[in-house]
């Protein structure tokens, strides 16, 4: 049997902490500025090979949540051996929540690094006895922007939960590298498109 890893023993830990919650709380406490927190809906929709998650800031007297997401995935699920997928985003966020607390519903903006690296699909060719072969290693840095709008739900015990969704678009680097498409949820595109149904953090 396959050993549980460390994002799974996390995520395990953050969801414990959330099953021993007790109540709501009108806000973040205040003497709570620092955020932990792990998005479980994309690890499981992506595989074992990612990591999603995050560090986040907490300024009371502004009403705002500074943020920086990071997105982990490596792909090696093709037939072929050689042929692998790596992606790595990270985004700074900055979040103005709408209401007198640091509760509910903000409006964010954000930027978004991205790192990708595989087989460019442009050079994959069948030889002339059939077979198939892949295009060359290449890597690709992008930079986007965007903006979004979110939602948070603080415990009084310093566990939160939050979804969001956010649009925006790549102002730099080359697009469909990999996929051979514009895949809008993919970060080989040029758009920007992220919906997060649950986000488990932890506030200290």
């Given amino acids: 049997m396959k050993k549980p890893g460390h994002f799974t023993?996390?995520?395990?830990?953050?969801?414990?902490l959330a099953?021993?919650?007790?109540a709501l709380s009108?806000?973040?406490?205040?003497?709570?500025?620092?955020?932990?927190?792990?998005?479980?809906?994309?690890?499981?929709?992506?595989?074992?090979?990612?990591?999603?998650?995050?560090?986040a800031y907490f300024d009371h007297t502004r009403r705002v949540?500074?943020?920086?997401?990071?997105?982990?995935?490596?792909?090696?699920?093709?037939?072929?051996?050689?042929?692998?997928?790596?992606?790595?985003?990270?985004?700074?966020?900055?979040?103005?929540?709408?209401g007198k607390r640091l509760q509910g519903i903000y409006l964010s903006a954000f930027l978004r690094y991205a790192h990708l690296y595989g087989n460019a699909y442009a050079t994959r060719r069948y030889d002339g006895q059939g077979n198939y072969v892949l295009g060359g290693k290449r890597t690709e840095d992008k930079?986007?922007?965007?903006?979004?709008?979110?939602?948070?739900?603080f415990f009084d015990n310093g566990v939160y939960l939050g979804a969001s969704l956010m649009f925006g678009r790549y102002l730099t680097g080359n697009?469909?590298?990999?996929?051979?498409?514009?895949?809008?949820?993919?970060?080989?595109?040029?758009?920007?498109?992220?919906i997060e149904l649950l986000k488990i953090g932890y506030a200290f």
């Avoid at 099953?19 to 007790?22: A, C, I």
């Fill in 143 to 153: 930079l986007g922007a965007g903006l979004g709008i979110g939602l948070r739900a």
């Fill in 65 to 98: 949540e500074i943020a920086m997401p990071i997105f982990y995935q490596y792909d090696n699920s093709s037939s072929f051996p050689d042929e692998t997928y790596r992606e790595t985003t990270v985004d700074l966020h900055y979040r103005k929540y709408l």
């Fill in 175 to 194: 697009q469909d590298i990999f996929s051979g498409d514009d895949d809008i949820t993919s970060e080989d595109g040029r758009q920007v498109v992220d």
């Fill in 19 to 22: 099953g021993h919650t007790t």
């Fill in 26 to 55: 009108s806000e973040l406490p205040h003497n709570k500025h620092w955020g932990v927190e792990l998005n479980p809906f994309r690890f499981f929709a992506v595989g074992d090979h990612a990591v999603s998650g995050g560090f």
């Fill in 9 to 16: 023993r996390l995520l395990a830990l953050l969801l414990a």
